[in-house]
Every structure is written in structure tokens, then in C-alpha cells.
């Protein structure tokens, strides 16, 4: 099984910048998708940024690209997402999921992950 455990949120002005982490631990960790998605309140969870097993590859929503950078640590388990630029907009609890197989056409889907984490929240004032 794979574990998540994320960390890094707090209150951020706008226009500042935060590093969130997911600390995972597991056998299939190395092989599988790790994605961020964030919940605000009053708002659908939505997909923020995924990257593969190989570290190789990686996706952003729209919202957030140019912004966020998504990467991995193999040797240390975990899985940061670097936030620049920070907009009010961007307030929300973040995510971190996995999965061990998902396709481009579906990795937005959260019901196709197998494991989540506790949830950070992350919290840009104006």
C-alpha cells in the first residue's frame, strides 16, 4: 500500500510563493502517478498538476501554469509542488493523490486514485 502525508501549507500574501510537500511511503511509490489537486470552498475539486513515475513527464491545469512546478524526489519519497505568484484564487486545501495506472484523458478523474492524503490547507491574502 501507499501512504501520503502532506505539508508545507500556511497563510501567504499575494504574489509570494510556497513549497508544499508529499511525504509517501510504500513498495509502488517509484512506479506510480502522483498528482496534486486542491478543494475551495464552495467549489469543485479540480485537478492542479500530476507528474509521472518516471519524473520524466509532467501536466498542469491551465489555472496554474507558469506558476506551479510539480516535481519528485525518488531517493527521499517525495513530491513537491513549488507555488509561485501566489493569487487569492489559488486559496484552498491541496491534495496530493495516487495512482498506479492512469492515462492523460483521465488523470483529472479523482475517483481513479487509489490513495490521498490528509489535505494542507493553503490560504493567500490580498
Known amino acids: 500500500q501507499v501512504q501520503l502525508v502532506e505539508s508545507g501549507g500556511g497563510l501567504v500574501q499575494a504574489g509570494g510563493s510556497l513549497r508544499l510537500s508529499c511525504a509517501t511511503s510504500?513498495?509502488?511509490?517509484?512506479?506510480?502517478?502522483v498528482s496534486w489537486f486542491r478543494q475551495a470552498p464552495g467549489k469543485e475539486r479540480e485537478f492542479v498538476a500530476l507528474?509521472?513515475?518516471?519524473?520524466?513527464?509532467?501536466y498542469y491545469a491551465d489555472s496554474v501554469k507558469g506558476r506551479f512546478t510539480i516535481s519528485r524526489d525518488t531517493a527521499k519519497n517525495t513530491v513537491y509542488l513549488q507555488m509561485n505568484s501566489l493569487k487569492p484564487e489559488d486559496t484552498a486545501v491541496y491534495y496530493c493523490?495516487?495512482?498506479?495506472?492512469?492515462?492523460?484523458?483521465?488523470?483529472?478523474?479523482?475517483?481513479?486514485?487509489?490513495?490521498w492524503g490528509q489535505g494542507t490547507q493553503v490560504t493567500v491574502s490580498s
Open positions: 493523490a495516487a495512482a498506479p495506472g492512469l492515462t492523460i484523458g483521465t488523470m483529472g478523474r479523482g475517483d481513479l486514485y487509489d490513495y
Open positions: 510504500g513498495r509502488t511509490f517509484s512506479s506510480a502517478a
Open positions: 507528474i509521472t513515475r518516471s519524473g520524466g513527464n509532467t
